[in-house]
């Protein structure tokens, strides 16, 4: 079975309430969560949550909303890590902002510090922060493709368009925009893996 059928059928697993579909996608995703919120908060000073608190809570998030059917348009492993992401950025990003809340006058005691710290750190709103963080990490990844082709495929497909659509825009055939599109994966998890 290719690893993109595994994933649909776990993912279409999940849904229906698998926990062990759960655990291949945890087994699959999980580290490389932890080294995209490594990447997000290494610059932020350390606080009782770290990297794996923050993969952890993202999957969690992701699996409480699959089962409530929340991702109706999730289809393939693409789309799948680009959720994944953004939930991981979106989590990371919450903390650092609580962190900084802390040092401006926050509880005083660490047990009121790490049971804030980590209420917040497992919060759903969203920050406009990281809206602006969204955008740059979509411009700096678009920067890396270096080719206008690529670089219109890869903003297709995240504005949601199929395959198909794509390649109907582009005057090609999809098996040309699934390469296109696995060419894109490629550089893109290099820039996210430890």
Known sequence: MSSEGSVTLWFDALQAGDPAAAQQLWERYFQRLVGLARQKLRDSPKCVADEEDVALSAFDSFCRNAEKGRFPRLLDRDSLWRLLMVITARKAAHLIRDQGRLKR?????????????????????????????????????????ADAGLETVALRRMEGYSVEEIA????????????????????????VVP
């Open 105 to 145: 006058g926050g509880p005083a005691s660490v047990d009121e510090s790490e049971n804030g710290c980590l209420d917040r750190l497992l919060s759903r709103e969203p920050a406009p922060e990281f809206a602006l963080e969204v955008a740059d990490e979509c411009q700096r990844l678009l920067r890396k493709l």
């Open 168 to 191: 109907a825009e582009l005057g090609c055939a999809p098996r040309s925009v699934k390469r296109k599109l696995q060419l894109i994966r490629g550089i893109w998890e290099n820039e």
